[in-house]
């Protein structure tokens, strides 16, 4: 098959829905939302922290942060493979190949990632935003929810970006999914495979709708911004 037979192939594929490719795209959107979300709730605070606290070890946190955003993934899939298999102290809760594995591991891989935006972000912000909320009698923390509620639309960036890299990961959801057909088979999971077997186009299908749902991320977040706006 050659390369233009493979495309209008893929094209085929997604036209007409095809489970596997429809399957793929919903495990990995399921997986990255609630990874992403579960991030911005760990990462948004540790970042604000960071930026607006100073604390005994503070520099070495922020180092230790922005250090694990370069972490590869295969490192974080080794790590919590090892917690989760039946061996491991966590072997427990038969975790190992689920979904819920593969957003504990894509949480932990993000949280540093969002921390770091997050701390960019707040820390080249206007002080002003938060001395003037407590001159009109704002407490410390009112004056904090009035400086995240400025930065809102960064903040609605730098869930994206999260996300963004989430819904492409691989290493994490392999090690810990399992690329399980009909369970943990996300898009770049069965990208991967479908290429190792040679259905060229199974695999550039998957891989446009790949880049579909990214772009429908990026559109989705320029659609919001100026709603974002007061």
Same mark, same amino acid.
């Given at each position: ?29 399921? +997986?990255? *939302?609630? %990874?992403?979300?579960?991030? &911005? #709730?760990? /990462? ?6 960071? =930026?607006?606290? $100073? ?55 993000? +949280?540093? *990632?969002? %921390?770091?935006?997050?701390? &960019? #972000?707040? /820390? ?6 938060? =001395?003037?909320? $407590? ?57 991967? *495979? ?37």
């Amino acid at each position: 098959m050659s390369l233009a037979q493979a495309l209008a192939a893929a094209v085929d594929l997604l036209w007409s829905c095809d489970p596997q490719v429809m399957h793929a795209a919903w495990v990995s959107v399921y +997986v990255a *939302l609630s %990874a992403t979300g579960l991030a &911005t #709730l760990a /990462g948004v605070p540790l970042g604000v922290l960071l =930026a607006r606290r $100073q604390f005994p070890g503070r520099n070495a946190a922020e180092i230790g942060v922005k250090t694990l955003t370069a972490m590869p993934t295969v490192v974080v899939g080794l790590v919590l493979y090892a917690l989760f298999s039946r061996s491991g102290p966590l072997g427990v809760f038969e975790l190992l190949y689920t979904p819920a594995a593969m957003i504990v591991g894509q949480t932990f891989l993000v +949280v540093p *990632l969002v %921390a770091a935006l997050t701390l &960019t #972000l707040v /820390g080249e912000a206007d002080p002003r935003i938060e =001395a003037t909320a $407590q001159t009109l009698g704002a407490s410390r923390w009112q004056a904090l929810a009035t400086l995240l509620y400025e930065l809102r639309y960064g903040l609605v960036g730098v869930t994206v970006a999260a996300f963004g890299r989430l819904v492409s990961e691989l290493g994490v959801a392999l090690m810990l999914g399992g690329n399980i057909r009909g369970v943990t088979r996300t898009l770049t999971t069965a990208i991967a *495979l479908e290429t190792s077997k040679g259905d060229f186009a199974l695999a550039f299908a998957l891989g446009l709708l790949l880049l579909l749902l990214a772009l429908g991320v990026n559109l989705v977040a320029w659609w919001a911004s100026p709603k974002l706006l007061p």
